[in-house]
């Protein structure tokens, strides 16, 4: 069957290449069992490729249905698809056959196939790989002979890279990918789509068919229509109903169309925007220079204690690892080298020790290691409390927080005596 036949037969307009290409692609897959990814902007006519595909295929006779997977709920479209047994959900109140399972052997349509949960996904994963599925809320594997057809307006694989669509899902569906072209890339089918959308609403409305002037169909060529052929066919059928000169000019098909810019390079920002963004930028140079000056500040601080002869004494090596940090750096304050210095006895913090006297005067230190055990600190703390409550164990327990027969049992355990 020749090109021209199929489009007859599936009322297809248009004769540009990129359109007659992916028509060839859908007729010669028909005929096999492979899955099908079509590829198309919003309006393009992807499901029309989907009833060509089942029409020619072995399966023609047996049933066709077409999904919107964005227009099901997210916790309804395992039950849609796949079916449910009762009680497995509330509001269950009957089994229920899936898609699937009604469409034995026949082909479904998934459209907007970016839109399904990534739950769903791996279900029509093992639909596809093994011809098998379970109902929601049963454990019974069954199986189906579908042929699966999917249909997207968005690049999936973006959508794996934010982990929005499965990896493996992709590549199984995309088995045989058809790009249908937009209508911006068929601008020389664009008059004769306006033309045939005149006359089928003229004849719906009983009205003349509406003819466009040279200047409208140049304005028709230039437009870039977002909406593809859905938004040519809407506006068709506005001017139909709406227009009452059939002639139509450039300025009256004007009045229809969406307002649009010629220029497509980036736009650039108000100046009420360049002034916020200049002004965000001078804040955040204002921040880091005085953050430099802050630690200049601070550096210089602590190196001019540090250039204390007797400080320089004990800490040599972190005086020249300073000198090594500024190297590259502000040098502005850098202390000049420390020589001739005589070491001085700094009042300093010093650990714990218990002088030992000689002659009144202190001539040797001795440490003394503080014992640690809890043991040791909880006896001195109960004769502690013994001795401040004059021996009387009610009113030392009640002290230590303690009862008193843990007190008690405490001074059998230290051995301690009463007082």
Known sequence: MDLQSIKN??????????????????????????????????????????SIIHSLSSRKHNPFIAVNCGAIPEGTIDSELFGHEKGSFTGAVDARKGYFETVNGGTIFLDEIGEMPLGTQARLLRVLEAGEYIRVGSSKVQKTDVRVIAAT??????????????????????????????????????????????????????TQSVQLDEDAKNLLLEYPWPGNIR????????????????????????????????????????????????NEREILYKLFFDMKKDVNELKRMFLEVLQNPSVAAQNPSLINELKDLSNGHDSTYLPAPVTNYQPVQLSMPQPSVAPVIVDNNIDEHEEVDESLNIMEKEKELIIKALKKHKGKRKDASLDLGISERTLYRKLKEYDIEEL
Request: glycine share 2%; net charge positive; proline share 4%.
């Open 9 to 50: 037969r599936f009322n297809i307009i248009g004769n540009s290449p990129e359109l007659n290409y992916a028509l060839q692609v859908a007729v010669q897959v028909a005929n096999t069992d492979l899955t099908v990814l079509i590829i198309g902007d919003s309006g393009v006519g992807k499901e029309a490729f989907s």
């Open 153 to 206: 307006n968005k690049d999936l694989l973006k959508l794996v890279e934010q982990n929005k669509f499965r990896e493996d899902l992709y590549y199984r569906l995309s088995t045989v990918p058809i790009r249908v072209p937009s209508l911006s890339a068929r601008k020389e089918d664009i008059v004769l789509l306006f033309r045939k959308f005149a006359a089928d609403f003229a004849d719906k409305y009983k």
């Open 231 to 278: 938004e040519l066919k809407n506006i068709a059928e506005q001017i139909s109903v709406l227009s009452e000169n059939k002639q139509v000019s450039a300025k009256a098909l004007s009045r229809y169309l969406q307002p649009y810019s010629n220029n497509r390079l980036p736009a650039l920002s108000p100046a009420q925007h360049q002034n916020e963004f200049q």
